[in-house]
T-cell receptor
């Protein structure tokens, strides 16, 4: 399977614990996005990487959230001191784009479902 | 405010019937409009991408239309199948970077036998 993969698929943890999710994008994709999705809603943007550079961060991303994409390959999203409100599906997407290659689809992984007890 | 609204919120149809989902947006500037299908517990999958100059685009039994003047789009599903049961999300892109994808809340479609 050469799609976007996310690990783990499910994570249950107690409030106050730290969690880390991993995303492996499609190998030739230079752009990587993290989203959060709650039940019945569309995805909400969290952050965006072009290669290894984190270019955008949503105001939803509090200082408890941090994301990295070392060497422009896989990415990790860490949530520190988790809260009940962090319970959601965390989606990763990747795409390829340049200033002249536009309108390319985002390819999503199947997400990590986080449940905070 | 940049916003994407979708209607109906949910829809139930019988297998074999057609249906049309609506998307209205107030996003500016506009780069393109996308429709995604999201099965329960899975990530969204791209169905169509339309730029300003495109009025219609098809992907099998899915046909999307775009009226950039009225800022409306529709997704028409022909001869529905049980596997069409999913959420359909409309997304408007302001440019090709970062957070400038504005997602709608989705329409939940249930196709019954």
């Amino acid at each position: 399977d050469t799609g976007v993969s996310q690990d783990p698929r499910h994570k249950i943890t107690k409030r106050g614990q730290n969690v880390t999710f991993r995303c492996d994008p499609i190998s030739e994709h230079n752009r990587l996005y993290w989203y959060r999705q709650t039940l019945g809603q569309g995805p909400e943007f969290l952050t965006y990487f072009q290669n290894e550079a984190q270019l955008e961060k949503s105001r939803l991303l509090s200082d408890r959230f941090s994301a990295e994409r070392p060497k422009g390959s896989f990415s990790t999203l860490e949530i520190q001191r988790t809260e009940q409100g962090d319970s959601a599906m965390y989606l990763c997407a990747s795409s390829f784009g340049t200033e002249v290659i536009l309108n390319q689809p985002q390819h999503f992984g199947d997400g990590t479902r986080l449940s905070i007890l | 405010k940049n916003q994407v609204e979708q209607s109906p919120q949910s829809l139930i149809i019988l297998e074999g019937k057609n249906c049309t989902l609506q998307c209205n947006y107030t996003v500016s500037p506009f780069s393109n409009l996308r429709w995604y299908k999201q099965d329960t517990g899975r990530g969204p999958v791209s169905l169509t991408i339309m730029t300003f100059s495109e009025n219609t685009k098809s992907n099998g039994r899915y046909t999307a239309t775009l009226d950039a003047d009225t800022k409306q789009s529709s997704l028409h599903i022909t001869a529905s199948q049980l596997s069409d049961s999913a959420s359909y999300i409309c997304v408007v892109t302001r440019d090709n970077y970062g957070q400038n994808f504005v997602f709608g809340p989705g329409t939940r479609l249930s196709v019954l036998p």
